[in-house]
């Protein structure tokens, strides 16, 4: 079992409308989750980090966390076609090491 | 400067060469990484640095690969007797020790022909 699964996607959404990821994870211990974007031939970008349960919005970005089912997801509201993106979902045990999942790839439609 | 700096950003050896590759944190960052990148991949945990020490290198894939910070700022990468399969972006980063919040460089692609 991976230590982080997202589904690979291509996920494609119309502009202005929501785009819903998904990322589960295998360690229990698991103290801390992030989102980070990456654009064709670039490098990943921090764009949400979540500690607790629930949800923390940033923008038009809102992460959820619920440590029970092992489960974060990102909200992209209002997506645009800047969007365009692969997401990448981090975990850390609560040490220094992030664990990466594969990524899924969202297009944004004009 | 103001981010992490990766040097080169592009590289193309032939099998069986040796090659380094460069990543200047950003200034008083005190953890430093290495990962390693495949198409269609997320990034893969190669070595973690706190200060001069590797304080993990559980993901160097075999001892032709091995990492250096001696001063506890630029870190590199070394390779030897470089194989085909060693071909992937090379992402360095660093962040405020413990934070988990990464800050990357553009990466060094190496390509081995």
């Known amino acids: 079992q991976k230590e982080v699964e997202q589904n690979s996607g291509p996920l494609s959404v119309p502009e202005g409308a929501i785009a819903s990821l998904n990322c589960t994870y295998s360690d229990r211990v698991s103290q801390s989750f992030f989102w980070y974007r990456q654009y064709s031939g670039k490098s990943p970008e921090l764009i949400m980090s979540i500690y607790s349960n629930g949800d923390k919005e940033d923008g038009r970005f809102t992460a959820q966390l619920n440590k029970a089912s092992q489960y974060v997801s990102l909200l992209i509201r209002d997506s645009q076609p800047s969007d365009s993106a692969t997401y990448l979902c981090?975990?850390?045990?609560?040490?220094?090491?992030?664990?990466f999942g594969a990524g899924t790839t969202v297009t944004v439609r004009a | 400067g103001a981010g992490v700096s990766q040097t080169p950003s592009n590289k193309v050896t032939e099998k069986g060469k040796y090659v380094e590759l460069r990543c200047d944190p950003i200034?008083?960052?005190?953890?430093l990484y290495w990962y390693r990148q495949s198409l269609g991949q997320g990034p893969e945990f190669l070595i973690y640095f706190q200060g001069t020490g590797a304080a993990d290198d559980s993901g160097l894939p075999n001892d032709r690969f091995f990492a250096v910070r001696p001063e506890g700022s630029v870190s590199t990468l070394k390779i030897q007797r470089t194989e085909r399969g060693d071909s992937a972006m090379y992402l360095c980063?660093?962040?405020?020790?413990?934070?988990?919040?990464?800050?990357f460089g553009e990466g060094s692609r190496l390509t081995v022909l």
């Open positions: 200034s008083g960052h005190t953890a």
């Open positions: 981090a975990v850390n045990r609560g040490d220094y090491k992030l664990s």
């Open positions: 980063a660093s962040s405020q020790m413990g934070s988990g919040e990464l800050f």
